[in-house]
């Protein structure tokens, strides 16, 4: 027996042995003794959050924000232009009511087209920045109503794509556009894709209406579409323009981007890589959630603002 009892005794603890996992997982704190990204792996990690975070929010801000701010700066200008008409101080040329240049983006005109549901008001200008607030009325030509053909821009599908359904007009649709001179009324007499034939210019004395947007599909535009109207009534004179076409900075031209804030654009960019930087760096060692829930607020404000300053640089009739 004493035989038996040993050897059971001497497998015992062998048996009990094997039981035991052999493999159990160490426990290690998260960012203690993890090892670092490569200088190679952290640029890649950095470029694709960067990437990702521009793509988002500059499609968020042409969708989304832009027709949000079209509508608050069209409430504001609305409300400015209605006081000025009202005190009689409307502009009804290049220059203020005390003689100075109008700033870009300042009220001039109030424009209607009931077959397509437009109602905006026109800042002076026809620059990226005027165009986010609304239609823009080109500088080198008279304001509406006055002799000579007055030209307005109008984006085609960003910031509420006021001029989006244009080139559903037919010949005869009116078109109203209050000044500060009076209550006009124009008929459309066609719409022109790119390269169609210009038509004979007005009379010395007749005033012309010509709306210009992009043409092709939204955020895809494919040349210029140009609406005509003919003004049913009699032109008013207005004063010399200040500016003359050959002299029209490129900005204000059709297609014409603004690159004069470029440097608030950089800033805002070395912002997000900063972030984009922050975001590898906090993934690494915090943990993919706890990193985006603490950079995810400040990448997509950060964001939407180098967006916001990159739409500056897009075609204005975008």
């Known amino acids: 027996m004493t035989p038996t009892f040993a050897l059971s005794r001497a497998r015992s603890p062998r048996l009990r042995w094997r039981a035991e996992p052999r493999n159990r997982p160490i426990p290690v704190s998260r960012g203690a003794n993890v090892p670092p990204l490569s200088p190679s792996l952290q640029l890649l990690r950095a470029t694709l959050v960067l990437v990702f975070v521009l793509s988002l929010t500059l499609l968020t801000q042409l969708v989304v924000v832009s027709s949000l701010q079209h509508s608050a700066a069209q409430g504001r200008s609305l409300d400015s232009f209605r006081s000025e008409l009202a005190k009689g101080t409307a502009p009804i040329g290049p220059t203020d009511s005390e003689g100075n240049q109008l700033q870009l983006g300042t009220p001039v005109a109030y424009i209607e087209i009931p077959s397509i549901g437009v109602r905006e008001v026109v800042g002076e200008g026809t ?185 500056r640089i897009l075609p204005n009739l975008l």
């Open 127 to 311: 620059t990226s920045g005027v165009l986010f607030d609304g239609p823009g009325h080109r500088r080198d030509s008279p304001l509406p109503g006055q002799v000579g053909t007055s030209v307005v821009f109008g984006r085609r599908a960003a910031f509420g794509g006021p001029f989006s359904s244009i080139g559903e007009l037919t010949e005869g649709d009116a078109v109203t556009v209050t000044t500060g001179q009076g209550v006009f009324t124009f008929k459309v007499t066609g719409v022109r894709p790119e390269g169609a034939p210009v038509p004979p210019a007005p009379s010395a004395d007749a005033a012309r209406l010509l709306l210009v947007t992009a043409a092709g599909r939204p955020f895809l535009p494919g040349g210029v579409l140009r609406v005509d109207a003919e003004l049913d009534g009699v032109a008013v004179i207005g004063p010399a323009r200040l500016i003359s076409a050959s002299a029209l900075p490129a900005a204000e031209r059709i297609m014409g981007g603004d690159a004069r804030t470029l440097w608030a654009l950089a800033l805002w960019l070395q912002a997000l890589i900063a972030l984009s930087l922050g975001v590898v760096w906090a993934w690494h060692r915090w943990g993919r959630a706890q990193a985006w829930v603490v950079f995810l607020p400040p990448l997509v404000l950060v964001g939407l603002a180098t967006s916001g300053e990159a739409a």
